[in-house]
């Protein structure tokens, strides 16, 4: 069964940091890209950065350039996103997302990690 | 950056009608890079169409998409139950990627 779990959310105060993973299985990890969305409370979706199967292609979003930093780890058929400096808009669902390598719609998603920051 | 406007906002229909939703963005998106999601509470969205008209893997033929340039259309022939939900555009085709605001189906 092809899967994507994600991990690693939680109430952060803002300034704070925190490691989202997301671990797949039931398909060729290292052959897409992978992209993390979010959904802010009662809100639309934002896709925040993607990454291509080889890690040759990044992408962020301006509104979170400079402090989010996505990562994978093809051995491990992990997608990790370092976010930093939090703020209180980054409250949202983080989703985990595939996509054919260089095409960017997603095809499976996660059920997503929520980030609440608050002080 | 392509905005993508959908409408309407809200749709109330019965079960057995037929749905149009409409998603139209702000300058022309390249090869139809264009894909449907259907998000219903609570849980993560789900691929319906992607290059404006193919059906993702396992979706029912009584979803359709069609379309190109700035005008597509996400169209569900006759209502199920379970079709009531949240509906998203997303263009693909230059950067930055960019979705709808949505759609909200309700039963009427």
């Known amino acids: 069964e092809v899967q994507l779990v994600e991990s690693g959310g939680g109430l952060v105060q803002p300034g704070g940091s925190l490691r989202l993973s997301c671990a797949a299985s039931?398909?060729?990890?290292?052959?897409?890209?992978m992209s993390w969305v979010r959904q802010a409370p009662g809100k639309g979706l934002e896709c925040i950065s993607y990454?291509?199967?080889?890690?040759?292609?990044?992408y962020y979003a301006d509104s979170v350039k400079g402090r989010f930093t996505m990562s994978r780890d093809n051995a491990k058929h992990s997608l990790y996103l370092q976010v930093n400096s939090l703020r209180d808009d980054d409250t949202a669902v983080y989703y985990c997302?595939?996509?054919?390598?260089?095409?960017?719609?997603?095809?499976?998603w996660g059920r997503g990690t929520t980030v609440t920051v608050s002080s | 950056e392509i905005v993508l406007t959908q409408s309407p906002g809200t749709l109330s229909l019965s079960t057995g009608e037929r749905a149009t939703l409409s998603c139209r963005a702000s300058?022309?998106?390249?090869?139809?890079?264009l894909a449907w999601y259907q998000q219903k509470p609570g849980q993560a969205p789900r691929l319906l169409i992607y290059?404006?008209?193919s059906r993702a893997t396992g979706i029912p033929d009584r979803f359709s998409g069609s379309g190109s340039g700035t005008d597509f259309t996400l169209t569900i022939s006759r209502l199920e139950p379970e079709d009531f939900a949240v509906y998203y555009c997303?263009?693909?085709?230059?950067?930055?990627?960019?979705f709808g605001q949505g759609t909200r189906l309700d039963i009427k």
């Open positions: 997302a595939r996509g054919p390598d260089f095409y960017y719609y997603m095809d499976v």
């Open positions: 039931g398909f060729t990890f290292n052959t897409y890209t």
């Open positions: 990454i291509s199967s080889s890690s040759s292609t990044v």
């Open positions: 300058q022309s998106i390249g090869s139809s890079y």
């Open positions: 290059g404006a008209s």
């Open positions: 997303q263009q693909y085709g230059s950067s930055p990627i960019t």
